[in-house]
């Protein structure tokens, strides 16, 4: 028998809040229980309205805002606090940094044992707060009811798609043509047949990939390419897996059709459906800093974890003597292959591997590194500390999507012999509480 939804009051009701939470709600008690407030800051009072209760604690969403903080700012967009995409426009952009570098901080002190507080790291990297998004996923609802296709974020309580007509934070070629977007979709035979658009920016092109349940009829496919044209768009669909995804706009489908620059020197080719860096700005400032940090030499050999396409192995091939860059995805190693050709680096050498499973044998694992560089997903590269603790380089540099797992591997390391020197924060997802960040450990002699 499954179990019965807990009923709770409707009533809005005021509360103050005392503090913030990692992923941004506000923290307050009500009846010696804590509540956590969506859109409420630290030292307010709001007018509160509960979403969801729980036996240790409820979550509610501001309703109105009695004492605002010095910190609160209006939101840069009409659905935030219904969309699921962004959690702290409300929140002054500087103190979305600090509030990052806070996150860090406590991280590290309190898995790692690393004093690193805000003052003690590096200069957070900083980019635009609107336009910067350049990857993402679009959901896509036929609603019957409104006799209109909704095309946007999922709101934030619930699985429902945000009748929005415009999203700031993206890329303004897309973040502007919602509309456009839900009108195409509803003239198209299979209206209700598209769950979701891949979008994906390179320089100088925008490529949008409808995911396709159905097979469009020939006046869709018309229409879809007539929109393409109109808008100056790739179109892309995808039938079935990400391998199916095949170009329908009228141009040459070349390899390197889509693609972004990296230190005015690098071409870095890449398919709809591949992995790429959100924010192209902060993007290029992190290769930056990690070359910086990192100070390879032209004599040193260099591993690259993680490797994805190429995004760092190539401009550390640049400074390098060799790099070799470790991918868990065929099709991530085989276009990384193909970038270092397209750049003319041939001291560049990728291989594919699972690196949560055992590395012992290797072909890669039997070198010597001067210095790692380590770009794990969230969940980390905990089972990948053993290895770099055998190998042994005089640097590693780690960065991460997720302070807690960053703060975990790095307390591992420490009982290797390495010390961190470095450790900052970056504002690749600004008006979200997504922390991203770059820790440099040098082996102590």
């Given amino acids: 028998m499954g179990k019965r ?17 990692h992923d941004g709600r506000g923290v307050a008690h009500v009846d010696g229980k804590v509540v956590f407030v969506h859109g409420a800051l630290p030292d307010e009072v709001v007018m509160a309205q509960y979403v969801k209760t729980r036996k240790d604690y409820d979550e509610a969403k501001t ?9 609160r700012v209006e939101p840069i967009c009409e659905s935030f606090g219904t969309c699921g ?16 570098a806070k996150q860090l901080a406590s991280n590290l002190r309190k898995q790692a044992k690393l004093n690193f507080d805000v003052d003690d790291q590096i200069p957070a990297l900083r980019s635009p707060s609107e336009g910067y998004r350049f990857k993402g996923r679009l959901g896509v609802k036929y609603v019957a009811k409104k006799e209109k296709v909704l095309v946007g974020f999922r709101e934030k309580f619930a699985p429902f798609i945000v009748d929005m007509d415009r999203c700031p934070v993206l890329e303004a070629r897309v ?3 919602l509309p456009q977007l839900s009108e195409l979709i509803g003239n ?8 979701q658009i891949e979008l994906a920016i390179g320089s100088d092109k925008v490529a949008l990939s409808f995911r396709v349940l159905e097979e469009p009829t020939e006046d869709d496919l018309a229409k879809l390419k007539a929109f393409g044209v109109e808008h100056n768009i790739l179109i892309y669909l995808q039938p079935k897996n990400e391998a199916s995804t095949f170009l329908l706009s009228e141009v040459e489908d070349t390899e390197d059709l889509l693609n972004y620059r ?7 080719a890449f398919k709809p459906y591949h992995f790429t860096q959100v924010n192209p700005v902060i993007n290029e400032q992190m290769i930056a800093q990690a070359l910086k940090l990192l100070n390879i030499q032209k004599d040193e050999k260099v591993l690259d974890l993680f490797c994805g396409l190429g995004n760092f192995t190539l401009p550390l091939a640049l400074e390098a003597g060799s790099v070799i860059g470790v991918e868990g995805d065929k099709s991530l190693t085989e276009w990384a292959a193909k970038n270092a050709a397209r750049n003319g680096l041939d001291n560049v050498e990728f291989y594919c591997t699972d690196l949560t499973q055992n590395q012992d044998n290797a072909d890669w694992m039997q070198l010597k590194y001067d210095a790692i560089l380590v770009d794990p997903p969230r ?8 290895y770099l603790g055998k190998l042994a380089p005089k640097r590693i540099l780690y960065v991460s999507c997720h302070p807690a797992t960053l703060a975990r591997d790095l307390a591992e390391l420490v009982q290797y012999g390495y010390e961190v020197t470095d450790a900052g924060v970056m504002d ?9 960040s770059m820790a440099l450990l040098v082996k102590k002699d």
């Fill in 5 to 21: 939804k807990q009923k709770f009051s409707q009533e809005p009701f005021e509360v103050a809040i005392t503090d913030i939470t």
């Fill in 63 to 71: 309703v109105d805002v009695v004492k605002a903080s010095n910190d």
């Fill in 85 to 100: 995409g962004c959690s702290l426009q409300h929140l002054d952009p500087e103190k979305q940094i600090y509030f990052k």
């Fill in 175 to 177: 973040g502007n043509l």
């Fill in 188 to 195: 198209l035979t299979l209206l209700d047949k598209i769950p």
């Fill in 262 to 268: 990296l230190m005015d020197r690098l071409t870095m």
């Fill in 379 to 386: 969940s980390g590269a905990l089972e990948m500390m053993a």
């Fill in 428 to 436: 690749m997802f600004p008006h979200t509480a997504h922390v991203e």
